[in-house]
């Protein structure tokens, strides 16, 4: 199969679903003739004019009010928010509008959106610039949030978000836009609210998310030489979050550390930790379940404070091994 950068699959799924639904349509800031800040977007302009690839005024609360607007009227609007961080200033659509619509008019609207939301850390962009927020919207009743990690989930969850009836939160972390890897030619979906197991081993269960997935790996196979194998579980969709994997998968190593780049306090982690006790999964564990996960703190712009802001594969390794040595 070909491969492709995740940066393309996400292109080459906007491009498959914009000229097969013409109720697609993109908007956000420099995402025309710009190309988005991180060319995603590409040619789409020229090829779909700008009245489907619409370049907007700086106001991520317009792009977000906009699409639910849209969405109402029977449009599939994707968003683009240049960086995360900035989705803050979409709150209130997306809180009070987007998520509630379809409850307060017993499901007879429906918002069929997508907000695209590049972030995290690793490029030197600093506190406003590289947040991970994603934890903020699985609070959120009626807001769907995916955040995958290959080329291969990024086309086909983001064909599945465009489909889909409700809003979808569409996190991608900066840093897995050149990342490549297989990707079918033809449209294909991955069902969200489906978990994947990526890795198996008996030793240790990794829950991990975004670019922690792949660092987790890499820890793999470091862990791995020393006899310690690790299973590896990419939720891919965290809200509905699939928990039926994650379960089966701790009934076997009695292990469990969760693993994501956005602060810990309040995090993705907790909830999985909070799931994972209330299932049965909780009389198997022979260890406390970790969590593995960003510092309290508004991302560096030094490059060495920035690196130790977050888990790292070295990271990852240290704690998986004092789980399974069971040195806390």
């Known amino acids: 199969m070909r491969e492709l950068t995740y940066k393309d699959a996400l292109h080459e799924a906007l491009d498959q679903i914009m000229a097969e639904d013409d109720r697609v349509f993109l908007l956000g800031e420099d995402i025309g003739v710009y190309g988005g800040a991180f060319g995603v977007t590409g040619d789409l302009q020229e090829k779909y004019g700008k009245d489907r690839v619409v370049d907007t005024p700086i106001s991520e609360a317009a792009i977000t009010g906009a699409c639910v607007g849209a969405a109402l009227t029977g449009m599939h609007p994707v968003g683009e928010i240049m960086f995360s961080d900035f989705v803050t200033l979409s709150m209130e659509q997306l809180v009070l509008q987007a998520s509630r619509i379809r409850f307060m008019f017993g499901g007879k609207a429906t918002v069929p959106m997508v907000l695209r939301l590049p972030g995290g850390s690793g490029t030197g962009a600093s506190g406003q610039h590289s947040g991970s927020y994603e934890s903020w919207f699985i609070h959120v009743p009626g807001l769907k949030v995916v955040m995958p990690s290959t080329p291969y989930d990024a086309k086909g969850l983001l064909l599945a978000a465009i489909e ?133 703190m508004p991302i560096p712009y030094n490059r060495n404070l920035e690196y130790h802001a977050v888990p790292q594969v070295e990271n990852i390794v240290e704690e998986s091994r004092k789980i399974v040595q069971g040195v806390y």
């Open 164 to 296: 889909d009836p409700n809003p979808v939160m569409f996190f991608e972390h900066k840093l897995l836009y050149r990342t490549k890897g297989p990707v079918p030619e033809e449209m294909y979906t991955i069902p969200i609210g489906k978990s994947q197991v990526v890795r198996e081993g008996k030793d240790l269960t990794i829950i991990a998310t975004s670019v922690m997935v792949m660092r987790s790996l890499e820890a793999a196979q470091k862990l791995a030489e020393e006899g310690i194998e690790v299973e590896i579980i990419d939720p891919r969709t965290l809200n509905p979050l699939d928990m039926e994997p994650i379960i089966a998968s701790i009934i076997k190593t009695g292990k469990a550390l969760v693993v994501h780049e956005a602060v810990k306090t309040g995090g993705f982690g907790a909830e999985v930790a909070g799931r994972i006790v209330e299932s049965e999964a909780f009389a198997y564990l022979d260890a406390p379940i970790r969590r593995l996960a960003g510092l309290d």
